[in-house]
Every structure is written in C-alpha cells, then in structure tokens.
C-alpha cells in the first residue's frame, strides 16, 4: 500500500447529503481534513496542499454544481499525486465526472478514482420523487448502502489505486420533459444550462409565513439572501449557487419558486428535505 500521506476533501453541500458523506469518508481516511470550497473560492489563486485531493459535492442538473466548476477553474492541483471525486445525488445519472476531467486536463490531470452515491431527493421541484425517496426505510437503505460504497472507495484512495466505478444504480424517475430534452441538448451545453437555469431563471420568494428568523441569509452560500424589514430578499446584483439550501432550511416552509417559463414551480405543494445529521449551522459554516 502506498503511503497517502495528508488528504484534503474538498466538498459543497447545500441541504446536507455531501456534508455527511465528506464527513463518513474523513473517518476513513487517516490525516484528512475537509475544506468548504465556498470559502476557497474567494482566493485569489488557491493551491492544493496534499498529496491527495478529492471532492465531493451533490450532483446538479446532471452535471457538476456551479462553485466546483469555477473552483477547479482556477485551482492548483499541482501538489496532488492522487485525485478522487464523490458525486451525491437522488438517483440521477451525472455527466459531472467528464467535466471536472476537462477542467483538470487543463494542468494535465484527470481523476484516479470517482464514485456516485444516491442519497435522498433535495430538490423540491421534484415533486415525483421526494415524498418516495425521503421515506425512513429509504433514509436507511441509503445510508447503509453509502456506508458499504465508502468501505471499498476509501481502500482504493488509501492504494492510490484507479478506480473509476460504473455508475449502474441510478434509479431517479425522469420527467417526461427532461427525457425530450436531453435528445437534443449536447452534453457540452448542460453545465451552461445549469448555470443559465439558477442564475437568470430561478426566482424564489418568502410568502406570509416568513417570520424573518434569518436562518436563510445564513445558509445561502453565495450570499445572495439578506434580511430587510424582517423579511428575506434575494439581492439581484449577486449570483445564485442553486443549491437549495434556503427552501430547505426555512423552518416555516416560507420559501418558495415562483413559475417563470419555462420553469414551473409547486413548491406550495411540495415536501422539503435536509439531512438530519447536518444543521443549518453546519451548512452555514462553509462560508
């Protein structure tokens, strides 16, 4: 087995899921440190420190999330004889890993090892599938199964051995619209449609149930929210991650999308989720 030496996981979580598993990998890997990639993100020319280097974050709109893609843009990733990447999501397949391939082979690298992991459904326009895949028995089928998948990738990180497993057990059920779409958008084009999608499309607002308790401001990752008057608002001048985390943590439920072709929203109707071992304190102390 070849020495690891230091390993830093580099991870973004908006309602949890990568959270937990960044920390359920640490357990595994000797001298690993975590590091929230929002707040790397506000250097100038962040390096990597380890000898090996590895990212975690939730899969986004099939495809990377928007703080990692414009992470792995400027990063060096000089000081890593070993890089891994962890994709959560709720069941849906992921081009992520051929982007952050492209992004890496900029500094002639690629990924040694990468993994998808289904975890619970988080994004609340997923009407069809989160009452389903939010369910105890479902909670722990998920949980076992990504303690089981750890086990053997943790091994192959710790070998700094290849392993770039097949994704065979995606199971999320897709819209009849998005199945349409994805026969005619080329993959190159969905990280900036993802993109386009939450930061010129999404809109969200609080409705009457806001009490102003400014749990939302906190975990907005690209610090979008502020309270006014006791009441959140979503500033236009600053960009959003799209990452869910202040429809999610609302303790009323205030939070809502507003429909806007070509995006329809029934978050009125729709349940929400986070990860019952992340609080929104964890979530928060990314920034």
Not at 21 to 45: F, G, M, T, Y
Not at 124 to 151: C, H, I, S, V
Not at 157 to 183: F, G, N, R
Not at 209 to 214: F, I, L, M, Q, S
Request: a positive charge.
């Amino acid at each position: 087995m070849i020495p690891p030496g230091r390993t830093e996981i580099y991870y973004f979580s908006g309602t949890g899921n990568s959270l937990h598993v960044a920390r359920e990998l640490q357990k595994r890997l000797p001298e690993a440190d975590l590091v929230p990639i929002v707040r790397v993100l506000r250097e100038v020319s962040p390096k990597t420190t380890a000898n090996t280097v590895g990212f975690v974050f939730p899969n986004f709109c099939l495809t990377s999330p928007i703080p990692l893609h414009d992470f792995l843009e400027k990063v060096d990733v000089a000081s890593a004889r070993y890089v891994f990447a962890l994709c959560t999501r709720g069941g849906t397949p992921s081009d992520a890993f051929d982007y952050i391939n492209a992004l890496l082979k900029r500094q002639g690298r690629r990924l040694d090892a990468q993994l998808n992991i289904t975890m619970p459904w988080n994004h609340p326009l997923g009407k069809e599938n989160l009452p389903a895949l939010a369910t105890e028995e479902r909670m722990a089928f998920l949980e076992a199964e990504m303690q089981r998948k750890l086990d053997t990738f943790s091994q192959h990180i710790l070998a700094h051995e290849a392993y770039l497993a097949e994704d065979t057990d995606a199971d999320y059920v897709i819209p009849q619209w998005a199945k349409a779409m994805s026969l005619w958008i080329p993959k190159s084009l969905n990280y900036e449609l993802h993109r386009y999608m939450y930061q010129d499309m999404v809109r969200f607002y609080s409705n009457e149930k806001c009490t102003g308790c400014g749990i939302c401001e906190k975990v907005c990752l690209s610090q979008k929210i502020q309270i006014v008057n006791q009441k959140s608002v979503w500033q236009e001048t600053v960009k959003c991650y799209g990452c869910m985390a202040c429809i999610n943590y609302c303790p009323q439920h205030a939070i809502q999308i507003r429909s806007r072709f070509p995006v329809h929203s029934s978050t009125p109707l729709t349940a929400r989720y986070h990860h019952p071992a992340i609080t929104y304190k964890d979530i928060a102390g990314q920034r």
